[in-house]
Nanobody, 126 residues
Framework: LQLVGSGGGLVQAGDSLRLSCAASGHSISYSNVAWFRQAPWKEREFVAGIRWVGGTTAHTDFEKGRFTISRDDAKNTAYLQMSSLKPEDTAVYYC????????????????????WGQGTQVTVSS
């Protein structure tokens, strides 16, 4: 399974961005898929996740209401729609996938994910 993340960029505070995570090489249909982010000198942190089958999602308090994770089964692609971006959202954003054996709320640690995209930079200026 290969993941390719894209959609990052330089935006101003309050703007929106949509990140994409395209899967290839293997069906992602039976996976949990998540977005993580890592700012300079900080640990990689869970942003949002989705269980592919059923679409159950998990979010974190810092982004709840601003970010929406979704997936398009036909395109084998997951998305992270980000709105009302803040300078503190600046980070490299990574998509990741793991098996379906746990619920999405049980897989919020980076160490639980086997497959990773290459990361896409999101920079929010004030």
């Amino acid at each position: 399974l290969q993941l390719v993340g894209s959609g990052g960029g330089l935006v101003q505070a309050g703007d929106s961005l949509r990140l994409s995570c395209a899967a290839s090489g293997h069906s992602i249909s039976y996976s949990n898929v998540a977005w993580f982010r890592q700012a300079p000198w900080k640990e990689r942190e869970f942003v949002a996740g989705i269980r592919w089958v059923g679409g159950t999602t998990a979010h974190t308090d810092f982004e709840k209401g601003r970010f929406t994770i979704s997936r398009d089964d036909a395109k084998n692609t997951a998305y992270l729609q980000m709105s009302s971006l803040k300078p503190e959202d600046t980070a490299v954003y990574y998509c990741a996938a793991t098996g379906p054996f746990k619920t999405i709320t049980e897989v919020t640690a980076a160490s639980q994910y086997e497959y990773w995209g290459q990361g896409t930079q999101v920079t929010v200026s004030s």
